[in-house]
């Protein structure tokens, strides 16, 4: 089955002649003389006044809206959203100096949390920089390294995380 292009003139055996004006991937937009706009499946039947074809662009909004989403995440420092572990939600890390007189500080764990997720955001947005780079290879790989060696000093951190595939991995044991 070959399908019509955007421009295509149909005639309908319920509608009427009208033109196609968008195509997704299981219909036709058709704007009928007598009838205005209607869907009608690829595979309806109708005849063919006259056809035009490459004109089709059956990518769908949701491919679209996720491309765009994964080079976001790819390309910028945009956090995408994690979930903090369900017993974390709500509470406080309280920092408590050494010294006798002063006073603690708390700070609300989602803050904190929120903080982490920014800095491996960031340092992954680093990690694509530097691969995509024109320094050389050696130089990306003592890089690589350096960053590797980061994740592994923030993996103390991933009993906040709810899932684990969100959890930092550092250099692992051969």
């Not at 421009?7 to 009838?35: A, C, D, L, M, Q």
């Not at 035009?52 to 995440?73: G, P």
């Not at 369900?86 to 007189?101: F, N, S, T, V, Y």
């Amino acid at each position: 089955m070959t399908l019509l292009g955007i421009g295509s003139r149909i005639e309908h055996p319920e509608y009427g002649k009208g033109v196609i004006t968008n195509v997704s991937s299981k219909e036709y937009w058709v704007t009928f003389i007598e009838n205005g706009l209607e869907t009608i499946p690829l595979n309806d039947e109708f005849k063919v006044i006259e056809a035009t074809v490459d004109e089709v662009d059956t990518v769908s909004f949701s491919e679209v809206e996720q491309s765009l989403r994964d080079l976001l995440k790819k390309w910028s420092d945009v956090s995408e959203i994690v979930p903090i572990g369900d017993k974390w939600k709500g509470g406080k890390i309280i920092l408590e100096p050494g010294q006798a007189g002063l006073a603690s500080k708390e700070i609300p764990i989602d803050t904190f949390f929120h903080k982490i997720i920014m800095v491996r955001d960031r340092l992954r947005v680093m990690e694509q920089k530097i691969n995509s780079s024109k320094i050389e290879e050696i130089e990306k790989i003592e890089l690589q390294q350096y960053i590797t060696r980061i994740y592994g000093s923030l993996t103390s951190f991933n009993i906040l995380f709810k899932s684990p595939t969100n959890h930092f991995v550092g250099e692992k044991s051969k």
